[in-house]
C-alpha cells in the first residue's frame, strides 16, 4: 500500500482542487477492510493528514448487506449514497477514451 499512497500523492492529490480520491479494488470485503487499516495505519505512520472514510463498491450485494458485513469489521461503517453501476461504467470507457487519446499523442511525439 505505500507505493499506493505515494502515488497518490504525488500524481492524485492535488486533482479535482484537492478533492481527488483513489480506489482500490480487492478480491474481498476482508482484504479491502485489512487494505484501508494497514492504509490509514501507513498515513498516520507517516504524518500525512489522512481522509476519514473508506468507500466500498460492490455491484451484486444490496447496501443493507454491505453495510452489515462492512460493521463487523469497522463498527463505524455507514452507506452513504448508492450510485448507479453505469456510473462507474461510462467512468470507465471516459478513462479508456483518455488512455487511448494519450498513447496516441505519446507514440505521435515520439515519431516526431
Known amino acids: 500500500m505505500r507505493i499506493v499512497v505515494e502515488h497518490f500523492r504525488a500524481?492524485?492529490?492535488h486533482l479535482l482542487g484537492g478533492q481527488a480520491k483513489t480506489i482500490?479494488?480487492?478480491a474481498s470485503r476482508?482484504?479491502?477492510?485489512?487494505?484501508a487499516r494497514a492504509t490509514e495505519a501507513y498515513i498516520r505512520r507517516q504524518g500525512y493528514p489522512g481522509k476519514d472514510a473508506a468507500y466500498a463498491v460492490d455491484f451484486v450485494i444490496e447496501p443493507a448487506d454491505v453495510l452489515q458485513a462492512f460493521c463487523?469489521?469497522?463498527?463505524?461503517?455507514?452507506?452513504?449514497?448508492e450510485?448507479?453501476?453505469?456510473?462507474?461504467?461510462?467512468l470507465r470507457a471516459s478513462?479508456?477514451?483518455l488512455a487511448c487519446?494519450?498513447?496516441?499523442?505519446?507514440?505521435?511525439?515520439?515519431?516526431?
Open 83 to 90: 450510485s448507479a453501476p453505469s456510473v462507474v461504467h461510462d
Open 72 to 81: 463487523q469489521y469497522r463498527a463505524s461503517a455507514g452507506v452513504a449514497d
Open 24 to 26: 482500490v479494488v480487492t
Open 101 to 112: 487519446s494519450t498513447a496516441s499523442r505519446s507514440s505521435a511525439s515520439s515519431r516526431s
Open 11 to 13: 500524481t492524485v492529490a
Open 95 to 97: 478513462w479508456k477514451r
Open 30 to 35: 476482508k482484504a479491502a477492510v485489512c487494505w
